[in-house]
């Protein structure tokens, strides 16, 4: 059972150009969590995605974000317009169910986005 | 608002020491993880800890949880160079289950 993937591993962008990263959550698992980590920071919860549906956005930044998980196909996180404050990197983190008893999240390698 | 704070947020000690890494919270929380992060790496769950005076151990790491005085500690015993990492605290929101994370202790570990 393959982990959590993410890709690319590695994204540089200029300034004004768009951004999209992808994430396959693990075999079986149908929620979807993108993170946020700045250097030398924790990860700070972005958005959570079950299939075809936005659950919270409320670590969402108000414009330039928005993020998708389809039916079919990988999650995707996309960023307009990159600005240099977008560099970070950016985790997915997939989990299977709701139960709290045993809820966790597996997390993906991550992308490392830069703005030049 | 749930806080998470750890401290130290940077250590650096001599292969073969014990020292502790402490986690803080503001409200009651039901789970609290430890994660290890290496450079340029994902996250590494460490240690899940769902009830008061919860220990844990694995290898050197050995993790607790105090829900009256929201504080966990992980504790490293003879500390060796491949525990070098940052590791982070993480505490589950009750009322979403938002996960909070804290800002990470830097622990370099001299050989």
């Known amino acids: 059972n393959a982990g959590v993937m993410q890709n690319p591993r590695h994204l540089v962008r200029r300034r004004g150009q768009e951004a999209r990263l992808r994430c396959s959550p693990m075999?079986?698992?149908?929620?979807v969590y993108w993170y946020r980590q700045l250097p030398e920071e924790g990860l700070k919860f972005m958005v959570y995605l079950q299939k075809e549906n936005i659950i919270d956005e409320s670590g969402m930044p108000k414009e330039r974000f928005s993020a998708e998980f389809p039916k079919e196909g990988p999650s995707i996180l996309r960023i307009q317009q990159v600005v240099r404050g977008d560099s970070a990197a950016y985790f997915c983190?997939?989990?299977?169910?709701?139960?709290?008893?045993?809820?966790?999240?597996?997390f993906g390698p991550g992308t490392r986005l830069t703005v030049t | 608002e749930l806080k998470v704070e750890q401290n130290p947020l940077f250590l650096s000690m001599q292969e073969g020491k014990n020292y502790t890494i402490y986690c803080n919270y503001s409200?009651?929380?039901?789970?609290l993880y430890w994660y290890r992060q290496d450079p340029g790496k994902s996250l590494e769950s460490l240690f899940v800890?769902?009830?008061?005076?919860a220990v844990k151990q694995e290898g050197r790491l050995m993790a607790s949880l105090d829900t009256k005085a929201r504080l966990s500690t992980l504790h490293i015993t003879a500390a060796v160079h491949d525990l070098s990492a940052t590791y982070f605290c993480?505490?589950?929101?009750?009322?979403?289950?938002?996960?909070?994370f804290g800002k990470g202790t830097r622990l370099h570990i001299l050989p």
């Open positions: 075999k079986g698992h149908s929620h």
């Open positions: 409200t009651t929380s039901d789970r």
């Open positions: 983190a997939s989990s299977p169910i709701r139960d709290r008893a045993f809820y966790e999240q597996y």
């Open positions: 993480a505490v589950v929101r009750n009322r979403d289950d938002k996960i909070i």
């Open positions: 800890l769902l009830s008061n005076g």
